[in-house]
Nanobody
Framework: VQLQASGGGLVQAGGSLRLSCAAS????????MGWYRQAPGKQRELVAGITRGGSTNYADSVKGRFTISRDNAKNTVYLQMNSLKPEDTAVYYCNAEIRPSTSWYFREYWGQGTQVTVSS
């Protein structure tokens, strides 16, 4: 099982980016999915999360600008980022609670990270 993130890049302040993260492998079920970010010299922080049923939560700093969604049929989570600010610059990581077909238990998986850079 692995998570593959894509969609990062360089954008000017006020612009938009859409991140995607697809889970692949032998998967029985996926519970919560989410996006975290880590800026240089700072701790990793939760940006947004979404349950299997579609309930969402956001960091206060991104509310009203970012939207998280998921496609359960594709085992994919998305992060639409609008009105980007320089302070959104970070490496973004996707995260998911996955039950592999080889296990009775759910465990946490992380994607490889994708760089988002917002220029002023």
């Amino acid at each position: 099982v692995q998570l593959q993130a894509s969609g990062g890049g360089l954008v000017q302040a006020g612009g938009s980016l859409r991140l995607s993260c697809a889970a692949s492998g032998s998967i029985l079920s996926i519970n919560d999915m989410g996006w975290y970010r880590q800026a240089p010299g700072k701790q990793r922080e939760l940006v947004a999360g979404i349950t299997r049923g579609g309930s969402t939560n956001y960091a206060d700093s991104v509310k009203g600008r970012f939207t998280i969604s998921r496609d359960n049929a594709k085992n994919t989570v998305y992060l639409q980022m609008n009105s980007l600010k320089p302070e959104d610059t970070a490496v973004y990581y996707c995260n998911a609670e996955i039950r592999p077909s080889t296990s009775w238990y759910f465990r946490e998986y992380w994607g490889q990270g994708t760089q988002v850079t917002v220029s002023s």
